[in-house]
């Protein structure tokens, strides 16, 4: 399978070791300046010391409800924090070492790219499948021997959990429009500019093979979330937008893919919560095993589809 994106010559050029390590240098200081970042703005807002904004964050995190502004202090932790650590660094990587332009992301025009109102349908109906995935992954135990490291993930896992379920509370349409953007907008551009765009490009120009390209890029974009218990679903998804950038040509197709994704998640939950839709997205219940299989048949017929009539097209 030969990506549409290897026709831009400029990606020809094999990645070195050496600008890999860059982009992991240069993701690494983002994450750093963006605490920083946050540090400053809670000093200047509120007044605290350096010592005083770590401690305050630390229990913002832990007990949000105690505060009356947490839930959007820790929307700017979140948005600030994926932009420092994700796209800002993709940004300057591609920028300075491989000196290259954002055009160069997307070799294939976004209007010569055929069936991108697929996209949308493609994810949704990846959804239950990707639901019993979870299913499964949650009942993965590792062996006797790294029994307290399972245990250290399962009681993350149940923190992340009382922090995800607090801010997707939403008392006010004004806090839907903010979720949207921090949680759905922001990954999207970001986490797709940085695992698709600069790395899953190179992983395929570096391996030879894109299937392997794709892969490597989906385990490294799950497990930089560090959350065990969702490692193989995120990492499928990974795969999924990663496809769809091999076959497109073009960066925004997954980073659609990657904001109906989580945009539909958020919307479903707040129509939820208005008792506007019956269904709990959210909700831990079995995937009907058979649902599941035929989300899956469809997915994959779509995918092949969406890739058929891309194949077919020039790039202009």
């Not at 000093?43 to 964050?57: D, F, K, R, W």
């Not at 021997?145 to 399962?154: F, G, I, K, S, V």
């Not at 500019?193 to 299937?211: A, D, E, P």
């Not at 997205?281 to 058929?308: C, D, H, K, M, N």
Request: net charge neutral; aromatic share 14%.
């Amino acid at each position: 399978m030969q990506p549409i994106y290897t026709s831009d010559h400029a990606s020809s050029r094999p990645p070195t070791l050496g600008g890999l390590t860059m982009l992991v240098g240069f993701v690494l200081l983002g994450g750093v300046f963006s605490t920083l970042v946050l540090f400053g703005l809670l000093m200047a807002v509120n007044g605290m010391g350096a010592s005083e904004a770590q401690a305050y964050l630390l229990e913002l995190a832990a007990h949000p409800a105690a505060y009356p502004n947490a839930w959007y202090e820790l929307m700017l932790l979140q948005a600030v924090n994926h932009l420092g650590t994700f796209f800002i660094p993709s940004l300057l990587y591609w920028y300075t070492i491989e000196r290259r332009t954002w055009n160069q992301f997307s070799p294939r025009p976004m209007n010569s790219v055929a069936g991108v109102g697929l996209i949308a349908l493609i994810v949704v109906a990846f959804m239950p499948f990707d639901g019993l995935i979870i299913e499964w992954n949650q009942g993965i135990h590792l062996p006797q021997t790294l029994a307290p490291l399972e245990q250290w993930a399962r009681d993350k896992e149940k923190d992340l959990e009382g922090v995800t379920k607090y801010l997707t509370t939403f008392n006010t349409g004004l806090q839907l429009v903010i979720a949207l953007l921090v949680i759905a907008i922001i990954p999207a551009i970001g986490e797709e500019t940085l695992f698709r765009g600069v790395l899953q490009r190179n992983l395929i120009i570096w391996t030879g093979n894109s299937h392997v390209g794709v892969w490597l890029a989906a385990a490294l974009f799950s497990a930089i979330h560090v959350q065990f218990l969702g490692f193989f679903p995120r990492m499928f998804l990974g795969a999924l937008f990663g496809y769809l950038y091999v076959w497109s040509g073009n960066l925004w197709v997954p980073i659609l893919a990657h904001f109906v994704n989580n945009g539909f998640t958020v919307f479903m939950v707040y129509l939820y919560q208005r008792k506007l839709v019956a269904m709990d997205i959210e909700s831990t219940e079995s995937v009907p095993v058979l649902g599941a299989l035929l989300s899956g048949v469809v997915t994959i017929g779509l995918l092949y589809y969406f890739r058929q009539i891309n194949r077919s097209r020039q790039i202009s």
